[in-house]
């Protein structure tokens, strides 16, 4: 039997890659499985669920702690519309789990999924407060961070921009012309493979930062949907929540280095509609 890794947030749109990915390579995955529909996912991605819930103690611990590798990707959820003081009330939570994990570890080499918008200086976006509440929490000589930008697959954020362009529920947020960072579920897994064993802080996005409206239109073209107007930012954080608006309506922060010997293999421009095909309704 090969390495074994564990996993938290494994039925996730990147948690779903990642466990793809592990297993691809031949690793032996253990996950953690918070309900019964997520152990049967699990089960069926050939993933071995560990139940249990975060931060609560458990049999999960054992599990973290004798893994060779570790990958924290769960965090509190959050129903839309995502508003700052639902981002502020999830710090606690969050950082409760990732300290949970990394405690767990006891400073063997443990790598977070964290937010690109969660900039390296200054004060991040609302939306990534938790996510940066997250990363102070798990610090320590093994953490690897790896910060991700909007993330394209089947399901996630630009999974229900999909669903509701075809819908006709979704507008641009303000003029359109800001510059967003993207990257593919399953480049960023690789990404998170990429920095098992490499302790730091990390971005893994594509080089090619498109406007807003940009992507909007080609996911439009590609579903035949028509092109959405524009909703100012206020009226936007009225439906969407001002932390969800204000990350739509924000230009791609400054990223740093990449993962050790990472590069993505999937470019938005040919390859964000085709993983966007298979987006449907969130459950719930």
């Known amino acids: 039997m090969g390495a074994t890794a564990f996993v938290t947030g494994g039925t996730g749109l990147v948690g779903r890659a990642l466990v793809a990915l592990l297993r691809q390579e031949g690793w032996r995955v253990e996950a953690l499985a918070r309900t019964p529909a997520a152990a049967e996912a699990l089960r069926a991605a050939g ?3 560990v139940g249990g819930e975060l931060p609560g103690p458990g049999a999960w611990e054992e599990r973290a702690a004798a893994a060779d590798a570790a990958f924290h990707l769960a965090a509190p959820r959050i129903r839309p519309p995502v508003r700052v003081r639902r981002i502020r009330a999830a710090c606690g939570p969050a950082a409760e789990m990732a300290g949970a994990v990394a405690r767990a570890r006891a400073g063997r080499p443990l790598v977070l999924a ?3 918008h969660a900039a390296a200086d200054g004060a991040p976006l609302p939306v990534a407060l938790a996510a940066r509440a997250a990363e102070a929490a798990a ?3 093994g953490l690897a961070v790896v910060r991700l930008p909007f993330v394209y697959g089947p399901g996630g ?3 229900d921009v999909a669903i509701g362009l075809d819908r006709r529920r979704f507008r641009i947020v303000g003029p359109g012309d800001n510059r967003w960072a993207l990257v593919s579920d399953t480049d960023a897994a690789r990404a998170l493979l ?3 064993g490499a302790p730091g802080t990390w971005w893994a996005e594509e080089p090619d930062h498109p406007t807003e409206a940009e ?3 080609v996911i439009c073209a590609g579903r035949g949907a028509r092109r959405p107007d524009h909703l100012p930012p206020r009226m936007a954080a009225a439906v969407l929540g001002g932390a ?3 990350a739509l309506a924000a230009d791609a922060t400054p990223a740093g280095p990449a993962p050790p010997g990472w590069s993505p293999e999937l470019a938005w421009r040919e390859d964000l509609v085709e993983r966007l095909s298979r987006a449907r309704p969130r459950e719930g």
Do not use: Q
Request: avoid cysteine; charged fraction near 5%.
């Open 139 to 141: 610090a320590g000589p």
């Open 194 to 196: 990429a920095a098992h």
């Open 114 to 116: 964290s937010s690109a």
């Open 244 to 246: 969800l608006a204000g």
């Open 47 to 49: 993933a071995e669920p």
């Open 215 to 217: 992507v909007v239109h």
């Open 157 to 159: 954020l630009l999974g």
